[in-house]
């Protein structure tokens, strides 16, 4: 049971406005406005890989990532989940495709209930969505800590009797649960110290060559996404500006706002000092943005037109998407942004 | 790095601090030995994992670890000749601020929801230079626009939250360097910033840097930071430093292996790595620590040595400026011989 072009996720045009401000009355008087957190986005996940999502505070990714765990209900656009509308289905097959659906937590110390044994976080999912008995649930759990690299006999501890690693450990573990086909990470290692990440990485890299999993990952981290992703995706106040698979947008990134971030990433080695093209403005806020070039206030010498062109997406080359503004669309992205060169 | 014109004199020079925490769980020795010293002009990264103790050593050197529980017991910290330990706290507040600054990590919490930016910034120049009226506004505008807010005059009647993050964390560096102090400790200042904002906070530290010509104590776990801030690096685990020496020398060639695997487990946004080298086990409790080497607790079981669990690592200086931590047990080779290495 997979879609006609064999993606196991489909995003399209996907969006969710968050009303603020006006009041109680705002959307009768009018003053309502509108954070659009996510503004129309479209992307497609394969079976058996990973997509990455990257982009700063603030540009939606978050969100994405809530609407596809069906946490926060899109304003507009589609999800299709193996070419099955999942927002407008029946209430058994949301049930299924929120057990097909799983997500692990940037911060191990808040996702996990201090209350809770660690059997009893693994086995709740278990508990609520199988019919399995007792002891079936107790040896799935003790498997299920073997495969992320804990002992079964730390099923009876809690949460605050381990590390960091070890409680995103957990957190894999209780995402394992249902043999779920998607695992949406958000932010999985950046609240873990350096030297745990890579176990981490490895772990999440391991689980999906048993397990045929596919990920969605969110980070801002671009090292991160380059390690785990195969596909990703540059978000910026709520639009997806650039689409590529990870070696493409890493070796030939078009659009100036991803140079502008590659450009801000650290170096790897003191010798390694790169051209940096820095940004000098602040990104907008996403309550009302500009209308076309979100970008004009980073830019040092917008052009007034720049205000009025829509954006198109192009592609630059097979799989590679990239926004362009229309005034500029014989440039890569915007001639006025600045840019490397 | 000796050669570099802009790096001067010795401003700071931290011996042998040990700073515990007597908790009824026993003795955390949170600093156990740290030497490290700081020239003008110049940047000292200290890395390390949670828990490494790299913090308290800041707070241990701004004598602002509370106490109880914290306890400085032992060393000196020699700031331009002067030993910080032997002042009472009249002393201390005249020197912190002064000579001696931090800018914290969260610049939410540092800065005051209830005053404006005016206020905090002129705090410190009103009680250590003196300044009031008009002379004071001015100065408040000129580090404002040194850190480069935009409209200073203006936006320096907001209140903290009325400013972006990045903007709080630049009025919280413009606090900093506002007394002009000769040692300025940035305590992990971007890791609540994101990616472009943290850049453009750098190079601004940088830019400072070159002007006032403040050494900088770089507090951080992300060895990119290191790569483009720092002159010098001290590696800190569980309260010791274990290598410190040229930012140069220890890329290229780590001697110690932890170092070495912590540079190795970081994945490269330039080339795409098949497997990520992973640190295996986890840090040791620095609560009533076990005696011996701290890495045994990372170190495959069967290859301990005997000597592991009674023999401490020595610092030893194996090329001019370059320490690094060798077990007693194996002393001949490269760090510890036992420890799982990166190949």
Redesign the interface.
Do not use: W
């Given at each position: 049971m997979t879609s006609e072009n064999g993606s196991l996720l489909e995003i399209k045009n996907l969006k969710k406005h968050f009303p603020v401000g006006g009041g109680m009355f705002g959307s009768i008087t009018g003053k309502k406005e509108f954070l659009k957190a996510v503004d129309g986005i479209s992307l497609t996940i394969e079976p058996g890989t990973t997509y990455g999502l990257v982009g700063?505070?603030g540009c939606g990714k978050s969100t994405t990532a809530k609407m596809v765990l069906m946490l926060e209900e899109p304003t507009d656009g589609e999800i299709l989940f193996n070419g099955e509308d999942a927002i407008n289905a029946s209430k058994e097959a949301k049930r299924n495709y929120k057990s097909n659906v799983q997500a692990v937590f940037q911060d191990p110390w808040a996702s996990l209930n201090p209350r809770m044994k660690v059997e009893s976080i693994i086995a709740e999912p278990l508990q609520v969505n199988t019919s399995m008995t007792k002891s079936e649930i107790k040896t799935k759990v003790g498997e299920i800590l073997e495969e992320v690299g804990l002992q079964q006999y730390q099923a009876g501890l809690y949460p605050h009797e381990f590390?960091?690693?070890?409680r995103q450990r957990i957190g894999v573990a209780r995402s394992l649960a249902l043999n779920p086909k998607l695992i949406v990470l958000d932010e999985p290692v950046s609240a873990l110290?350096?030297?745990?990440?890579?176990?981490i990485?490895?772990l999440l890299?391991d689980l999906q060559k048993e397990h045929g999993l596919t990920y969605l990952l969110i980070a801002?981290?671009?090292?991160?996404v380059?390690?785990m992703c195969d596909k990703m995706g540059v978000m910026y106040l709520g639009k997806l500006v650039e689409e590529a698979t990870?070696?493409q947008l890493?070796d030939n990134p078009t659009h100036p706002y991803t140079q502008?971030?590659?450009?801000?990433?650290?170096?790897?080695?003191?010798?390694?000092?790169k051209e940096?093209m820095?940004?000098e403005g602040?990104v907008p806020s996403p309550i009302n943005p500009p209308s076309c070039c979100s970008y004009s206030p980073l830019c040092p010498e917008p052009d007034p037109q720049c205000l009025e062109n829509e954006l198109i997406t192009r592609e630059v080359e097979p799989g590679h998407r990239t926004a362009h503004c229309a005034l500029c669309a014989d440039e890569y992205g915007c001639y006025w942004f600045p840019r490397e060169r | 790095m000796a050669s570099d014109s802009r790096i001067g004199d010795v401003v700071l020079e931290v011996k042998n601090l040990q700073t515990y925490f007597v908790t009824r769980w026993g003795i955390t020795k949170a600093v156990d030995g740290v030497s490290f010293d700081l020239r003008k002009g110049e940047t000292l990264g200290i890395v390390g994992?949670?828990g490494s103790g790299k913090s308290v050593t800041v707070s241990s050197v701004m004598r602002l670890v509370p106490s109880p529980p914290g306890h400085i017991v032992g060393g000196e910290i020699l700031l331009e000749g002067e030993n910080l330990l032997d002042l009472d706290d009249n002393e201390m507040n005249k020197v912190r601020g002064d000579k001696i600054a931090m800018v914290l990590q969260d610049p939410m919490t540092a800065l005051n929801p209830v005053f404006d930016i005016e206020d905090q910034v002129g705090e410190a120049l009103k009680i250590h230079e003196g300044l009031k009226g008009p002379g004071l506004k001015e100065t408040v505008i000129d580090m404002l626009r040194k850190v480069r807010i935009p409209a200073p005059d203006t936006r320096m009647k907001d209140f903290p939250h009325q400013l972006?993050?990045?903007?709080r964390q630049r009025v919280v560096g413009a606090i900093g360097i506002s007394c002009n102090p000769s040692v300025l400790i940035a305590d992990e200042p971007t890791t609540s910033l994101?990616?472009?904002?943290?850049?453009?906070y750098l190079?601004l530290l940088r830019d400072l840097q070159e002007d006032t010509g403040v050494g900088i104590i770089f507090i951080t776990?992300?060895?990119?930071?290191?790569?483009?801030m720092?002159d010098r690096v001290a590696v800190m685990y569980a309260g010791k430093i274990v290598e410190q020496g040229d930012?140069?020398e220890i890329?290229n060639d780590p001697l110690h292996p932890y170092t070495e695997?912590?540079i190795k487990?970081?994945?490269?946004?330039?080339e795409?790595?098949e497997?990520?080298?992973?640190?295996?086990g986890?840090?040791p409790n620095v609560t009533n620590r076990p005696s011996g080497c701290n890495f045994q607790p990372l170190c495959d079981k069967e290859n301990l040595n005997p000597d592991c669990e009674t023999l401490e690592p020595v610092l030893r200086e194996e090329s001019p400026g370059h320490w690094v931590a060798y077990c007693a047990a194996c002393i001949d080779t490269h760090g510890c011989k036992w420890f799982p290495r990166a190949l």
């Open positions: 700063e505070s590390s960091g690693g070890q110290d350096v030297s745990i990440r890579a176990q990485m490895n890299m801002h981290h671009l090292a991160t380059r390690y990870t070696d890493f502008a971030l590659i450009g801000a990433a650290l170096p790897y080695h003191p010798d390694d000092q940096e820095l940004l602040e | 994992e949670s972006s993050g990045g903007m994101d990616a472009t904002i943290q850049a453009q190079n776990h992300d060895f990119g930071i290191v790569a483009k720092c930012v140069r890329f695997a912590l487990s970081v994945p490269k946004m330039e795409n790595v497997r990520l080298y992973a640190i295996p986890n840090p």
